[in-house]
């Protein structure tokens, strides 16, 4: 009998899986931390005889390299895909045994990349499951726009005729496992659900609900910027990703934490927005931990700038530690815990900046007050409605742009407070007035602020 295992990484929006018989398996795109694939083969009582690539990932470190060579397994990597160390090169139609009657066949799928493959799980010759990747996601498909330019329409094409094969060869009741689309940047847009089969798929996915000209134009209207980061995600598996450490970081005083700022690296906060609007170190940045602090700090640092954590606890710095590694920053040059006053120098005091809602807002506009309001979100959040004269900056483009923010006190919202938290972080670090509002963005309207809406005028 067959299993599937799903390991699920939140933080990026996306999944492995270990698959297969009693006594072997299989572990499918698996995270750069690869302990957690090693104890769910230990609870399983198999061993892991196979890892498997679906392609090379853009927006992840993989683990597959590490994992094959501590556990010994064969590690499949497209044919397509240039690698610089040894692996087994897997073609279309190509079928490895995993364990006695559970089998994993390789279809060739491009599209997400051009050398994207999909493995379909077989027992005793049946497919039970696809591990789709990036190409047949639920409700959509990955976004090919992460290779080169020139290839994103062609690879569009491709998805679509890469869903169809899918479909046309696989029975219905084909459980559909990704490894994006469940938050991930990969995805084309947000499915909705977390589980499909191919035959749910043939009923509501655009790839094979629409021509391939409708689902074309569509798919390309909808692709929204790409984080900063993903440009270093791909060179790195491909030359083979190095061991990773995750023994904690050396700590930090507060004269060292001074010394850090003072030379121009970044302190990051992870503790919650709200904690860190009553009192935080003057010039750090606030990327929460319960949050989605590797997508947005990997998105906006400078690539290589020495980062030093804070935190309340050492667990806070342990899982932030591991989700930062997974997208290619390996080690905090420091780390400090506790309280935030020991973080800062005798005689220096936390900074502090006020929160609010878009009820506040509104009375603040009702008593005259003109006050500048920073929009955060991205393009196509916008696009579905803005506050009136409000000025929008995405939070990833912040850095670069903040000559950019009109003077006064600046209130900065996005669509539920996280990245208003970064933002307004980046200001007050720049010695900006800011009120962060920490409020849902449909919260906006009820507080009867004017809102320009698509088909309207500003």
Not at 49 to 68: F, I, K
Not at 95 to 116: F, I, M, N, W, Y
Not at 300 to 305: A, D, R, S, T, V
Not at 345 to 354: I, Q
Request: some cysteine; aromatic content about 6%; charged content about 20%.
């Amino acid at each position: 009998m067959f299993f599937v295992d799903t390991l699920e990484y939140e933080g990026l929006g996306n999944r492995s899986y270990l698959a297969g018989g009693p006594a072997g398996a299989v572990a499918v795109d698996p995270p750069r931390d690869i302990d957690r694939v090693i104890a769910a083969a230990a609870r399983r009582g198999v061993r892991v005889t196979h890892v498997a690539e679906t392609h090379l990932h853009n927006d992840y470190v993989s683990g597959g390299l590490e994992l094959a060579r501590v556990t010994g397994a064969h590690y499949l990597v497209p044919a397509g895909a240039a690698v610089s160390f040894a692996r087994v090169a897997v073609a279309d139609g190509d079928t490895v045994t995993v364990d006695d009657g559970v089998a994993l066949r390789a279809v060739a799928t491009p599209g997400h990349t051009p050398h994207h493959t999909s493995y379909v799980l077989e027992q005793e010759g049946q497919a039970v499951a696809v591990f789709t990747g990036g190409s047949l996601l639920i409700g959509t498909v990955g976004r090919p726009d992460l290779v080169e330019p020139r290839l994103t329409e062609p690879l569009a094409r491709a998805q679509h005729a890469s869903a169809h094969r899918l479909a046309g060869e696989l029975d219905e009741e084909v459980r559909v496992l990704p490894t994006h689309g469940f938050g991930s940047f990969c995805a084309g847009s947000q499915s909705e659900g977390d589980t499909s089969t191919i035959g749910a798929e043939r009923r509501t996915n655009a790839a094979l609900t629409q021509d391939v000209d409708t689902f074309v134009a569509a798919l390309l209207a909808g692709l929204d910027d790409v984080p900063a980061y993903y440009t270093h995600m791909s060179p790195a598996n491909a030359a083979g990703p190095a061991p990773l450490d995750l023994t904690p970081p050396r700590r930090a005083d507060a004269d060292e934490i001074a010394e850090r700022l003072a030379a121009g690296e970044w302190v990051v906060d992870l503790r919650n927005r709200v904690a860190f609007a009553e009192g935080h170190v003057a010039g750090s940045f606030n990327f929460e931990g319960d949050g989605k602090p590797a997508t947005y700090l990997a998105w906006l640092i400078p690539w290589g700038k020495p980062v030093t954590l804070l935190a309340d606890t050492p667990e806070q710095v342990a899982d932030a530690q591991r989700e930062l590694a997974r997208v290619g920053i390996d080690r905090p040059a420091a780390a400090a815990t506790g309280a935030p006053p020991s973080w800062v120098r005798d005689g220096d005091r936390l900074a502090s900046f006020p929160r609010a809602r878009f009820a506040d807002l509104a009375e603040e506009r009702a008593r005259g007050g003109a006050p500048v309001v920073l929009d955060v979100r991205r393009d196509a959040e916008r696009a579905g409605g803005h506050v009136e004269g409000s000025v929008h900056l995405p939070v990833h483009q912040l850095p670069d742009r903040l000559g950019e923010v009109p003077h006064g006190r600046v209130w900065v919202h996005c669509a539920g407070g996280m990245r208003a938290a970064i933002a307004a972080s980046l200001l007050d670090a720049v010695g900006r007035e800011v009120v962060a509002v920490d409020d849902g963005f449909d919260a906006a309207a009820e507080a009867g602020l004017p809102l320009v809406r698509p088909g309207s005028s500003a």
